[in-house]
Structures are given as structure tokens and as C-alpha cells.
């Protein structure tokens, strides 16, 4: 049982080392958080999130997956080789995206039946995701900043944005485990628990936010939108919130999405406008991209494990 779980524990790796960005990415590169904190933080609320919330999305995805130990470790070993090669070319990606295109990969190669109603629920998420962001991080910036600016001395605003950052972070990074573990381990769900998934997703999210996080932080902290210390915070405050949202109605949706949606809405709200428009169509474009990607991945394991005249159970 164990060897098919691996996959697992690699996909949460990546998921850790990509989606970290997302939570403390524009705090890191502006300078309000040290890279060290911030990943030690992300890394302990991520398991929190898991465990203490991660159980409906578990849920939810173990339905549409319909997997067994094999071909759910088979999709999952798909989806994380997808979002491993995203890493390496330091573009924020959707494990969401990445593993529902290996479901329905999987489910077709099977001939298995695909729970329509999940689905159409899941992809309408993907949809919502960043204009939720977005309006999250427009709306969080107008209140807040008004609070803000009575904060007359600047020592004072200094310490206020720095502990600020790292609450709104943790919660970002509670979160992320909340909805993202059903990604990591949720076709596991059914065969050997809903609590053991959550652990062992919410560790493997951990591990990779601990290992190997820092060169995705960058291409979000800095090349979407310019953003100052205070819209940072905002930003990371809005993704929060949407990512809450979805794990809440057990939906696991893209963290990624949501960061870009919160840093535009934030960076709007403040008067920016768009920085490196080509870094934000790589982003988008991987979006459309990663269930593609993903899905032919796991329809040519399948082919070649056939091949071989294994049977997959």
C-alpha cells in the first residue's frame, strides 16, 4: 500500500515548493518577512489547515476519482510530474487543474464513468477563482488602508505590517491546507481514511514548502504587479480569504489563481497597473495548459503499463 502512496507525498512535495508564493511571495520579496519565517510558519498552519478542514474536499475529490490504490496513484504521479516541471520553470500552476486532467485521463483510459456534477462544480470554481481574488482584494484594500493611515507614526506602521503579515500568512497558509489537500491525497480518501489523508497530504504540502519554495516566490512576489508593503499584505489577505471560501464548500480550487486574482485586485485598488504582462500570459497559459499536460501524462502511463501487460486494478 505504502509504494502506491508515494506519488502522493511527491505530488504534496510540489504542490509545497510551487504554492508557498502564494502565501508569503509578495512578503518575501518586499522585504516585510524573512524567507526562513516565512516558510517555517506556511509550513506548520499548512498541516493545521489540513487536518482541521481538509475533510470535505478529501471527500469530494475521493468521489470523483473512483480510483483504486493503483490508478489513483497513477493520476496523482501525473499531476505531480506536471507541476514539478511548472516549478522548475518557475510558473505558479494549479494542482487542482493538474490532478482533475489526470482523473479524467485515468477515468476515460478505464472506462469508468465521470461524475459529471463534481466536475462541473470544480471547473465553474476554476472560473470563479481569481475574479473572487480579485474583488476580494479590492475590497479588503479601501477599509483597511483607511485604518491604516491613522497610524501616524511610521515606526508603528513598520511593526503593525510585519505582525499583520505574518497573522494574514499563517492564515493563508491554513488555508491553502485546508482546500489543497484534497488534491494532494483526496483519491486516497475512501480506501484509507479521511484523517490519515489529511496528515499525510498536509505533511507532504509542508515538506515541499520547507525544501524547495524559493524560486516560485519570486516570479509572484515581483514580476505580476509592483506592489508596496501594505498591498502585499492585502493581497495575501484576499487570497486567504478565497481559498477559505472553496475549502468551506469542499471544493479544492487554485491557490495560484487566487494569488494573481488578490494581487491585481490589491494593485489596482492602490492605482498600479500591470508590470510584466508576458509573465502573467505564461501564468495563464499554464493554466489552460496543466490539465492538458497532465492528462496525456497519465494516459501514456496507462498505455505503456499495459503494454508491459500489467493489469491495472
Keep these: 500500500m505504502m509504494g502506491f502512496l508515494l506519488p502522493a507525498v511527491f505530488f504534496g512535495w510540489s504542490l509545497g515548493a510551487n504554492d508557498a508564493a502564494n502565501i508569503f511571495g509578495t512578503a518575501v520579496t518586499n522585504g516585510v518577512v524573512r524567507y526562513r519565517t516565512a516558510i517555517v510558519f506556511s509550513a506548520m498552519f499548512v498541516i493545521i489547515g489540513a487536518v482541521l478542514q481538509g475533510s470535505r474536499g478529501l471527500s469530494n475529490i475521493g468521489e470523483l476519482a473512483q480510483a483504486s490504490l493503483m490508478s489513483g496513484g497513477i493520476a496523482v ?16 500552476v494549479s494542482s487542482s487543474q493538474a490532478l482533475i486532467g489526470a482523473i479524467i485521463a485515468i477515468n476515460i483510459s478505464m472506462g469508468q464513468e465521470i461524475q459529471w456534477g463534481i466536475l462541473s462544480s470544480i471547473l465553474f470554481a476554476w472560473f470563479l477563482t481569481p475574479l473572487l481574488g480579485m474583488f476580494f482584494g479590492w475590497v479588503c484594500y479601501f477599509p483597511i488602508s483607511f485604518l491604516f493611515k491613522r497610524i501616524n507614526n511610521v515606526f508603528l506602521q513598520d511593526q503593525f505590517l510585519r505582525y499583520a503579515t505574518l497573522v494574514v500568512g499563517s492564515y493563508g497558509a ?4 485546508a482546500n489543497n489537500v484534497a488534491n494532494v491525497t483526496g483519491v486516497f480518501a475512501p480506501m484509507i481514511g479521511v484523517q490519515a489523508t489529511a496528515w499525510l497530504g498536509g505533511g507532504a504540502i509542508a515538506l515541499g514548502i520547507l525544501t524547495y519554495s ?16 501594505f498591498s502585499s499584505t492585502i493581497a495575501v489577505l484576499a ?44 501564468i495563464f497559459s499554464a493554466w489552460i495548459n496543466t490539465p492538458i499536460v497532465s492528462g496525456v501524462i497519465c494516459y501514456g502511463m496507462v498505455f505503456m503499463i499495459r503494454t508491459f501487460g500489467v493489469e491495472i486494478l
Design 174 to 177: 491554513f488555508a491553502l491546507g
Design 239 to 282: 487570497h486567504a480569504l478565497c481559498i477559505w471560501v472553496f475549502a468551506l464548500v469542499g471544493i479544492p480550487v487554485s491557490s495560484s489563481q487566487a494569488i494573481v486574482g488578490a494581487v491585481i485586485g490589491a494593485g489596482y485598488a492602490k492605482g498600479s497597473r500591470l508590470g510584466n504582462k508576458k509573465v502573467l500570459f505564461r
Design 77 to 92: 504521479l501525473s499531476a505531480a510530474i506536471t507541476m514539478t516541471l511548472m516549478t522548475i520553470l518557475s510558473i505558479p
Design 214 to 229: 524559493k524560486r516560485v516566490m519570486y516570479t509572484v512576489g515581483k514580476k505580476i504587479l509592483p506592489l508596496d508593503y
